[in-house]
T-cell receptor, first 116, second 111 residues
């Protein structure tokens, strides 16, 4: 089946630095990928939708200059948290659309970001 | 706008007992409906989905869900839970694009 690989699984960074999270589709081409953020014991909130070769579409309230998304190829989307602050600490999950006509989505295993 | 409500934040059941997790949705057209399970610190695993056809959907790990359009519901059921079913369960609604998730139900299994 379709597999999405997300790295790193955990990262700790200093406040003010940037962190890049990668999401790769291993055995299929992902035209569309989604990035979610999940706070402890809460649901997934969609941050942005990325389409290969075009600019990402951000949800209302998400700072596009802080959360940079790049989807330069059909198998790779990246989320860069720029100038990270402790409030950016969260669990980030990517998802790829595998079958748009039948509601097919595959999720990465998530990245736990801790900003100290 | 689409939305999902999972009224139960936390449910505790005994191992071997039956389970039903509730999900109500709001959507303008015929929705795609999903149930996902998440173990701590992990991503989401799809249990089952409905997009058309038979309203009773069978999934993995012995789970099933029934789509009831009149009640805007898509409740998840399992006849006999196992200790390994303890996790967070999310209902989601969507169509050809983004998914909207409910707030989740945490399932605890007691021996």
């Amino acid at each position: 089946g379709a597999v999405v690989s997300q790295h790193p699984s955990r990262v700790i960074c200093k406040s003010g630095t940037s962190v890049k999270i990668e999401c790769r589709s291993l055995d299929f081409q992902a035209t569309t990928m989604f990035w979610y953020r999940q706070f402890p014991k809460q649901s997934l909130m969609l941050m942005a939708t990325s389409n290969e070769g075009s600019k990402a579409t951000y949800e209302q309230g998400v700072e596009k200059d802080k959360f940079l998304i790049n989807h330069a190829s059909l198998t790779l989307s990246t989320l860069t948290v720029t100038s990270a602050h402790p409030e950016d600490s969260s669990f980030y999950i990517c998802s790829a659309q595998t079958d748009p006509d039948r509601g097919g989505y595959t999720f990465g295993s998530g990245t736990r970001l801790t900003v100290v | 706008a689409q939305s999902v409500t999972q009224p139960d934040i936390h449910i505790t059941v005994s191992e071997g007992a039956s389970l039903e997790l509730r999900c109500n949705y709001s959507y303008g057209a015929t929705p795609y409906l999903f149930w996902y399970v998440q173990s701590p610190g992990q991503g989401l695993q799809l249990l089952l989905k409905y997009f058309s056809g038979d309203t009773l959907v069978q999934g993995i790990k012995g789970f099933e869900a029934e789509f009831k359009r009149s009640q805007s519901s898509f409740n998840l059921r399992k006849p006999s839970v196992h200790w390994s079913d303890a996790a967070e369960y999310f209902c989601a609604v969507g169509a050809t694009e983004k998914l909207t998730f409910g707030t989740g139900t945490r399932l605890t299994i007691i021996p």
